[in-house]
C-alpha cells in the first residue's frame, strides 16, 4: 500500500522490497519496483540490486554531456544516445531520432558516460545498456539494430549488461 502511494506522487521512484514473503513478490510489478529482496540478503545480491538502482536512477536522470561535433558543439542527453561507433576517428552517434558525426577516438568518448549504463560489445563500438532490447550468441540488438560482439570482448560486455540488470 505505501509503494502505491509513493509510485502515485513520483513516477521514477526506486523501490526495491526487502522482505521474507515471497508470496507478494508478484505485486512489485503493479509498482514497477526495481528489485525484490528475500531475506536474508547476501551482500553480493544487495550490492547487484544496489547497481540496478544506480543505473536505473542515471537513466531516468537528465544527464547530459558535451560533444564536440562538426562544426558545434552538442549538448546530449545520455538517455538519448543508443550507441557510438568509430571508423578512422570518425565517431558516429545513434541517438533516438538523429544520428551526427564527431571526431575523436573511442578511449576519450567513453569516459564521458557513466560506466554503469555503457560497455563495449567490440573494440569500436559503445552500447548504451539500457537500449539492449536482446542478446543473441554474438549479436546484440539495440533497438532494431544488429551489432556483433566481439569474440574477446563477450565476457565483458555481457558481466556489464548483467550488472546493468541486476544479475551478478
Known amino acids: ?10 513516477k521514477r521512484a526506486v523501490i526495491v522490497f526487502i522482505t521474507n514473503m515471497k508470496q507478494y513478490a508478484l505485486d512489485g510489478y503493479a509498482v ?9 540478503v547476501k551482500y553480493s545480491r544487495f550490492c547487484s540490486m544496489m547497481n540496478k538502482a ?8 537528465d544527464e547530459y ?37 564527431s571526431w575523436g577516438n573511442l578511449s576519450t568518448e567513453e569516459k564521458l558516460f557513466p ?9 569500436s563500438t559503445l552500447v548504451n545498456l539500457s537500449a539492449v532490447t536482446a542478446v543473441k550468441k554474438d549479436i546484440v540488438t539495440v533497438g532494431n539494430v544488429d551489432l556483433h560482439v566481439s569474440r574477446t570482448g563477450k565476457r565483458k560486455f555481457m558481466e556489464a549488461f548483467y550488472r546493468y540488470m541486476g544479475k551478478n
Not at 500500500?1 to 513520483?10: G, L, N, P
Not at 544506480?54 to 536522470?61: C, D, E, Y
Not at 542527453?77 to 558525426?101: A, M, N, P, S
Open 1 to 10: 500500500e505505501a509503494a502505491k502511494r509513493i509510485r502515485e506522487k513520483d
Open 65 to 101: 554531456v558535451l560533444i564536440p561535433a562538426i562544426g558545434e558543439q552538442r549538448r546530449v542527453r545520455v538517455q538519448d544516445i543508443l550507441y557510438v561507433q568509430i571508423k578512422t576517428h570518425w565517431i558516429k552517434y545513434y541517438l533516438v531520432g538523429e544520428v551526427f558525426d
Open 115 to 123: 560506466k554503469e549504463l555503457f560497455a563495449r560489445c567490440n573494440s
Open 32 to 40: 514497477n519496483a526495481v528489485d525484490y529482496l528475500i531475506k536474508p
Open 54 to 61: 544506480i543505473a536505473v536512477l542515471s537513466f531516468w536522470g
